[in-house]
């Protein structure tokens, strides 16, 4: 959701932080704003309401220069949209910061500050902040006890980022809740939400971890944990490669990731299969020891994520034949739940800072379940820290808002846990072999799904006046009819819905006409013959239907019935080859209806708070 960029060095600073906004642009945001302490001892800010580009504008009219700063984009969780909330915020003239995430105090902190006399300027829960900090200051003459003080005051999640005019040469950060990084360089420092911002500085960085307490400064680096205690954090070099965040020959990133797919699904795979078995290993040093006592699964996930979930109870339940349930985590965590003996609870989230999972997997550890595993692409994220196991999905930075790379690989990444699991339950070894096989064969098979582009194209244009569509489908299949009608709302605005295509009679059928396009998948296994019944039942009451079909499946088109053949695969890969062909669709509706592909209306790529 929101971004942070800080930074203390012996050069001037404000490009650098201007160029980490630019690159976390992708997780959506509002406004924009910058504040540096100049060499006059002075702190000049610069905020302005919508992109990035808009700041660039305001300090090319008054440039200012320094070598400590901190910069922000917003995306509104207390008040609206404005310059007066946006981000960064000061108390009196010369103490500022940028805050990430929601104090759910705030309210009765900012009765408390009124009454000895605090004027606010914004309705945001950060400005609580900074001048809880300005109040502290007056009992200390160090910042970073002064923000010491201050966190233990707040109820929430932040990510802080604190510089002042009285204290100069040093940059002071804090974290509990939402993520917040420290790059490291060569006599300077850098602070960021996100470590794709500061790649331009520093490929080294340091993972704060919840309750910590950062001092920045060009000669030194001290942190303080959440019993300030002071702590040495490991240093983590990024191995991503740069050019994964630009997009190339590509009008738009969607389109990019939709196309890496074939060789994320090569990189997700990569280490962790041989030619006939699952390398087990790449879950961890304790999975073996886990995977023995795991005799049930529960799922939490949110959006595309959790569809991803969905596709896994099928494949857990008929492989393995354990229990698997699956919830939404902001579901889950606000309400009582029992967990099944020796369960195993599984995260599955592409960023690894989505508050309601992060939440749930706290909830779960309390409740007591067997061990936790997280499913994400986020190496240091903190679900992937605070799960006792972790799978990688290996896909890069995921830039568009609206995930497609991230979601094949977390299916891949399912499918080796069903394995894992499976081998405790009676799968035997020449089965294993067969979904080994199939694995490796996906990566062909996505390119030749991908060759469809052309005439998913021009499909799309029946879609581009439309106002409402239906996504079918049936088994292990209906969550990828989830998933493509989650795709086509999220970029385009149309209001889609997926059902399983047997509870058509059970009310769906009362939205169908021929202003209604209906998209269906049909894989070619045992429930095609019931799904071909209801396509007839669509038919016969002249909705317009457009079908994704095995080319083996016998679906000929006729009036009202666009079919497109799809490669012929097994059963168990239906789900990771189906969904390629509904997120082309949705990418050139999207397109042809002119909205913003990569960063779509009030939506943000890492939802960071609740």
């Known amino acids: 959701m929101c971004g942070i960029v800080g930074g203390i060095a012996k050069r001037e600073v404000s490009e650098i932080l201007l160029e980490g906004l630019r690159r976390l642009e992708y997780r959506g945001y509002d406004s924009a704003g910058l504040a540096v302490l100049t060499d006059a001892g002075i702190i000049e800010r610069c905020r302005r309401m919508g992109k990035v580009k808009e700041l660039e504008t305001g300090l090319e009219a008054n440039p200012f220069n320094g070598n400590t700063g901190i910069a922000h984009t917003r995306w509104a969780t207390h008040g609206v949209p404005s310059e007066a909330n946006s981000h960064p915020h000061m108390s009196g003239e010369r103490l500022v910061i940028v805050h990430n995430g929601i104090i759910e105090n705030h309210e009765t902190l900012r009765r408390e500050l009124q009454s000895t006399g605090y004027e606010f300027s914004s309705q945001t829960d950060t400005e609580v902040i900074v001048h809880l900090i300005h109040q502290n200051l007056q009992k200390t003459s160090s910042l970073t006890d002064a923000v010491k003080e201050t966190i233990k005051r707040l109820d929430g999640a932040y990510a802080l980022g604190v510089i002042s005019a009285d204290h100069p040469g040093i940059l002071v950060a804090a974290r509990q809740g939402s993520p917040l990084v420290i790059g490291v360089g060569s006599g300077e420092h850098f602070i960021a939400s996100d470590q794709l911002a500061l790649l331009q500085v520093t490929d080294r960085f340091i993972f704060l971890n919840e309750g910590d307490v950062a001092e920045l400064a060009t000669d030194h680096l001290h942190v303080w944990d959440k019993d300030n205690r002071e702590v040495v954090h490991d240093v983590n070099v990024f191995t991503h490669k740069l050019g994964t965040a630009d997009k190339g020959e590509y009008r738009h990133y969607m389109m990019k990731e939709i196309y890496e797919q074939p060789n994320v699904v090569r990189n997700c795979l990569e280490g962790r299969i041989s030619e006939t078995r699952l390398l087990e290993q790449a879950f961890g040093v304790k999975a073996k020891e886990v995977f023995d006592k795991t005799k049930a699964v529960q799922i939490i996930a949110c959006g ?126 020449q089965v294993e072999e067969e979904i080994v096989k199939e694995l490796s064969k996906m990566p062909e098979l996505i390119e030749k799904s991908l060759a469809m582009d052309s005439d998913i194209e021009k499909m799309a244009q029946a879609f581009a006046e439309k106002h409402n569509s239906l996504f079918l489908g049936r088994g292990a299949m209906y969550p990828i009819a989830m998933e493509g009608a989650l795709k086509l709302k999220e970029i385009s605005y149309i209001h889609a819905e997926a059902y399983p295509a047997g509870e058509l009679k059970h009310g769906p059928l009362a939205l169908v006409d021929k202003d209604m396009p209906i998209v269906t998948v049909a894989p070619h296994n045992e429930l095609l013959d019931k799904l071909k019944s209801n396509l007839e039942e669509v038919r016969a009451r002249g909705g317009e239907l457009f079908v994704f079909a095995d080319e083996k499946a016998n679906i000929a088109p006729a009036d009202g019935l666009t079919v497109l053949s799809m490669p012929s695969v097994s059963d168990l890969m239906e789900p990771v080859l189906y969904i390629i062909p509904l997120q082309l669709l949705s990418y050139h509706v999207a397109v042809l209806k002119g909205t913003d592909v990569d960063q779509p209306r009030n939506l943000a790529k890492s939802v960071t708070v609740e």
Request: include cysteine; charged fraction near 15%; aromatic fraction near 6%.
């Open 304 to 429: 595309t994520s959790y569809h991803s979930g969905l596709v896994a109870k099928y494949w857990i339940e008929s492989l393995v034949g354990i229990p698997c349930q699956i919830e939404v985590a902001s579901e889950y965590r606000y309400r009582k739940t029992v967990a099944l003996p020796d369960s195993l609870f599984i995260t599955i989230s592409q960023s690894g800072e989505t508050a309601d999972t992060l939440a749930a997997l706290r909830k779960a550890k309390e409740i007591g379940f067997t061990a936790s595993l997280s499913i994400c692409n986020v190496p240091g994220s903190s679900l992937v820290r605070e799960s006792d196991l972790a799978i990688m999905t290996n896909a890069g930075p995921e830039i568009g808002v609206a995930s497609t790379k991230a979601f094949t690989s977390q299916l891949i990444a399912l499918m080796m846990l069903t394995i894992a699991l499976g081998r405790r339950h009676g799968l035997v070894e």
